[in-house]
Structure formats: C-alpha cells, structure tokens
C-alpha cells in the first residue's frame, strides 16, 4: 500500500514490480494481529520501503496452493487460475481492514480482477 495516489508506471515498474535494484531503505517485520479475525493469519511477513512518493508496505502471505498440477508441457512450473486466486483474493479482503485501518471492500465471494 502507498499513501500516494498521484505515482507514475516509473514507479511502479521499479518499485512495485522490482524491475530495477531499490536502493531505497527497508526494512523487514512480521505483523501481528492484536485480536483474531476469521481466515486470517495471525501473523504474516511485512516490508517496507521508503520511496521518493512514500513508504511502500508488501505484506506476503500464502503460499496459496493449487489444487490442480503445475507442471507445465516440458516438465517445469506453470502459473494458474481458478480457485487459488480466489482464495487469495477472499484473504485481501479479510485482511484489508488490519493492514489499512479502512473497512472490508471485497465480499466473501471475491474473484481477482
């Protein structure tokens, strides 16, 4: 999350996608949650980083399992869909509220976008 609506794709390709080296301070932290919240961890890896258009927070869950094979045509990984992206859509949803103090958007039905 970034409290800056106004950042450019500059940004986001060197600092949200990590196209180039950040040489920008980090620092890395485990969350704890103070009260449960149902379906979501109670704790989950956080970086965060201070960039020129603000502080950048990746907070890492998962990894979201696959019910289905992901070996690919030639024997290595591939990327899925269906009901892993659901899953981890329903956890954003669910966790959104602790991680930016605004309340829940997404439904328990989610689907990614």
Same mark, same amino acid.
């Given at each position: 999350?970034?409290?800056?609506?106004?950042?450019?794709? +500059?940004?986001?390709?060197?600092?949200?996608?990590?196209?180039?080296?950040? @040489?920008?301070?980090?620092?890395?932290?485990?969350?704890?949650?103070?009260?449960?919240?149902?379906?979501?961890?109670?704790?989950?890896? *956080?970086?965060?980083?201070?960039?020129?258009?603000?502080?950048?927070?990746?907070?890492?869950?998962?990894?979201?399992?696959?019910?289905?094979?992901? +070996?690919?045509?030639?024997?290595?990984?591939?990327?899925?869909?269906?009901?892993?992206?659901?899953?981890?859509?329903?956890?954003?949803?669910?966790?959104?509220?602790?991680?930016?103090?605004?309340?829940?958007?997404? @439904?328990?039905?989610? @689907?990614? *976008?």
């Amino acid at each position: 999350m970034i409290e800056n609506s106004d950042v450019n794709e +500059e940004w986001c390709d060197k600092c949200f996608w990590r196209n180039e080296v950040i @040489s920008d301070p980090t620092t890395h932290g485990t969350a704890t949650l103070r009260r449960k919240i149902q379906g979501v961890p109670r704790q989950w890896r *956080v970086e965060r980083t201070e960039t020129p258009a603000g502080l950048l927070e990746r907070h890492f869950f998962g990894p979201f399992a696959a019910e289905e094979n992901l +070996e690919g045509p030639h024997g290595v990984s591939r990327c899925t869909g269906g009901d892993v992206w659901k899953n981890a859509a329903t956890l954003l949803g669910r966790v959104w509220p602790a991680v930016s103090g605004k309340k829940q958007v997404f @439904s328990e039905n989610a @689907s990614p *976008v």
